[in-house]
């Protein structure tokens, strides 16, 4: 499928038209003032996807598909639980068209198919497939683990919460600079994510606060997972060689 410039404008459209539902429900008070710094985040998280798409960073494309493949979970997990709803089902399919028309070879040619950036890191197609998971993973789980930094909750597990977003922020950062510390940053945010939901498993049981943390914590684990037989390699190397 071609019409890479009319796929990548109708994504940023619907990334655009979410920034701003988002954003203008938090403005006129549509949502409870103790939900609104989340949902003030969430929509900076599809702001930034709109603007990188449409600035051209190399990184946009991965991170938007990760964004597009949030909605068509909560998509999904919101006709599971409440029916075939049109509200529902129109976010399902925008969130599902937006990832589509981002995917394949012919649009990574203006994101990260751009040779300037992998000569920059040197880069290999090996190691922009391994960056490419990670980002895509990382885009999806970002929401998951605003969501449950930013809305109430008891104070202990707050100090866990908000280490993780801030972990999971920079490390998002710190990979698309080609920096290591980001992998175990990722790794970090995820596994104190899922500590925290086995917690909370342990003493009130399995309930569907528990989606945002688990999966979350899931996907930043996954995010970091590329790179760590990479990293054993480097370790096992300079070990012999030391």
């Keep these: 499928m071609k019409l890479v ?3 990548r404008a109708l994504a940023a459209v619907i990334f655009a038209f979410y920034f701003l539902q988002y954003l203008m429900a938090v403005l006129m008070g549509q949502i409870p003032p103790a939900y609104a710094n989340a949902f ?6 599809y702001g930034l996807a709109f603007f990188s798409l449409v600035a051209g960073y190399f990184w946009a494309r991965w991170y938007s598909v990760g964004v597009g493949l949030y909605g068509v979970i ?3 997990v919101a ?3 409440e029916g075939t709803e049109p509200i529902y089902m129109f976010v399902l399919l925008t969130h599902l068209a937006a990832a589509a028309m981002l995917w394949g070879n012919k649009m990574s040619v203006p994101y990260d198919g751009q040779t300037a950036w992998r000569e920059k890191f040197h880069m290999d197609e ?8 990670s980002v895509i993973r990382a885009g999806v789980s970002l929401p998951f683990v605003l969501l449950y930094a930013l809305a109430p909750r008891p104070d202990a597990e707050m100090i866990g919460a908000i280490a993780a977003l801030a972990l999971a922020g920079f490390g998002l950062r710190a990979i698309t600079r080609m920096k290591t510390w980001g992998i175990l940053a990722l790794g970090a945010a995820g596994s104190i994510l899922v500590m925290q939901s086995g917690a909370q498993v ?15 914590g899931v996907l930043l684990l996954a995010a970091a997972a590329p790179f760590v037989p990479a990293m054993f390699r480097y370790l096992r190397t300079a070990s012999r060689q030391a």
């Design 5 to 7: 410039g009319e796929r």
């Design 74 to 76: 909560v998509g999904v």
């Design 40 to 45: 003030a985040a969430i929509a900076g998280v």
């Design 79 to 81: 006709i599971w639980k």
């Design 126 to 133: 090996n190691a922009v497939q391994r960056l490419g998971r």
């Design 202 to 216: 342990v003493s009130s049981g399995v309930t569907t606060s528990l989606l945002a943390p688990a999966l979350g």
